[in-house]
């Protein structure tokens, strides 16, 4: 039977998100895990993967269009059934559950919207009726100019609909597209102008009664401070409420320890001596992070409500910065990975985070992360956990420091100090100390992270 593709939640807690490219035509085969569609959610601009197969009987969304996310966005055809058999079958299936996703959740009830990419004699896909107050779709020369300036589907929508001038903005996604982010300030500033032709409509005949109050009225005061309101992004907001949920809902508790580093950095200039690829020591911190995982398996789970669910494999999430916020993608089975692997996916992952080029499975799941700051000067920091993972490893910079010999004599070693945020439903004070001090030896011992 005919499978309906509804809008996925590429970002946890997301309500909604957007068609930025179809990568497939109607009657094209597709295969299961096959990218279909590019989403554009708060974050950046994901692949999306079909999840079964079959052959795509219509899209029911054009690029650029933004709705909830449970919405259907397009009918597979299974094998011998036409495109419009397809799409009646799934248009009678939707309108038995109006608006309700895979889980059953309910959507406000949808109006029925013929699909752009079928015949006007086909079933329509119930979707949900347009926000209120939305200008129709409109195909002008502008439109057509803003695909010369590489401009996000989404972002083209939305200058269209609020009559945006988008000549004067410089895009920040991948190969300087213009996205979202990039016109936040461009529509306060719109709604500004657009409010002071308001703000001094004045009939003439009070001219005078405004003269004379304003030679009563005391001067204005001048602010102690100017400041500037930069308006906030998706993905601000989607940090801002990931991360509030986390500290207001999840208990936290912290252990730092010192890592004596110079072991470490002998190794590692020998090995980028012998190989092509270029090992970090964040690639380090990574794999030590991962066997110690193997050494306290028990460390190595995550806090459900049904149960603390422990894994087999070591799937770690790698922060990467990206211009107003970050991603965390996850690096599959760190404990089989070479440390030249390893750097290679970490490096092929931070450059395609910084594109907003990442796929949705590479967002998702992991039961530890992993936050290196030390690159810029920083001694010690603590990390706020991304649930429902149950530890988050901050480190810090690595730098010369007064220690005490083994012989009780003072000297100077490379030292980095790393802090632990754990979950306390899922990691006891003794397991969690454990664990640090499993990675600690690993650590100063990284000949035991090569065999």
């Known amino acids: 039977m005919a499978s309906i593709v509804r809008m996925p939640e590429l970002v ?5 998100a957007a068609i930025a490219t ?5 009657g094209d085969e597709v295969a299961a895990g096959q990218p279909i569609v590019e989403i554009e959610t708060e974050k950046a601009t994901v692949e999306y993967e079909a999840e079964g197969s079959g052959v795509l009987a219509g899209t029911l969304l054009e690029a650029g269009t933004s709705v909830a996310v449970g919405t259907p966005i397009a009918v597979l055809a299974t ?9 009646a079958e799934a248009g009678a299936a939707a309108g038995e559950r109006p608006g309700a996703d895979d889980s059953g959740s309910a959507q406000p009830d949808p109006e029925p919207v013929p699909s752009p990419a079928s015949a006007p004699d086909r079933e329509p896909v119930p979707l949900p009726e347009p926000a209120e107050g939305a200008a129709p779709a409109d195909t002008s020369a502008a439109a057509s100019s803003d695909e010369r300036r590489f401009v996000s589907p989404l972002v083209r929508k939305i200058a269209r609909e609020r009559g945006l001038d988008l000549s004067g903005v410089r895009g920040t996604g991948p190969d300087g597209r213009i996205v979202r982010r990039d016109i936040e300030g461009l529509e306060a500033a719109s709604a500004q102008t657009a409010a002071a032709p308001e703000a001094v409509a004045e009939p003439a005949a009070s001219a005078p ?3 004379a109050a304003a030679q009563a009225a005391p001067a204005p005061q001048t602010e102690a401070g100017a ?24 208990p936290h508790f912290y252990l730092v320890a010192d890592c004596r580093m110079d072991a470490l950095l002998d190794l590692r200039a020998q090995v980028n001596a012998l190989e092509a690829t270029r090992v970090s020591v964040n690639d380090f911190v990574v794999k030590a992070v991962a066997v110690a995982l193997q050494d306290v398996p028990g460390a190595n789970a995550i806090w459900t409500d049904e149960a603390t669910r422990r894994f087999d494999s070591v799937d770690i999430s790698v922060a990467v ?10 690096v599959r089975g760190v404990e089989k990975l070479s440390l030249g692997a390893l750097s290679r996916e970490i490096r092929d992952y931070a450059e395609r985070a910084r594109a907003g080029r990442l796929k949705q499975h590479e967002l998702e799941g992991g039961s530890f992360s992993v936050s290196n700051l030390g690159m810029y000067g920083t001694s010690e920091f603590s990390a706020i956990l991304n649930p429902p993972q149950a530890g988050i490893l ?3 910079a690595a730098e010369k420091r007064p ?8 000297g100077v070693a490379t030292v980095m100090t790393v802090t632990l945020s754990a979950d306390h439903r899922v990691l006891d004070g003794a397991l969690a100390a454990e664990w640090l001090a499993a990675f600690k030896k690993r650590i100063e011992s990284p000949m035991s992270l090569l065999v």
């Not at 179809?22 to 109607?26: E, R, S």
Request: net charge negative; proline share 4%.
């Open 12 to 16: 946890t807690g997301s309500a909604e």
């Open 22 to 26: 179809w990568l497939v035509a109607v």
């Open 79 to 87: 094998e011998g059934q036409s495109a419009e058999e397809a799409l």
């Open 209 to 211: 009664r405004v003269a």
């Open 227 to 250: 400041y500037t309101d930069v308006p906030h992004t998706g993905m601000r907001r989607a940090i801002a409420r990931r991360l509030t949920e986390s500290k207001s809902t999840v």
């Open 321 to 330: 910065s990206v211009p107003d916020g970050l991603f965390t993608p996850v």
């Open 394 to 396: 901050a480190v810090g």
């Open 403 to 410: 220690v005490v010999q083994e012989d009780g004599t003072l």
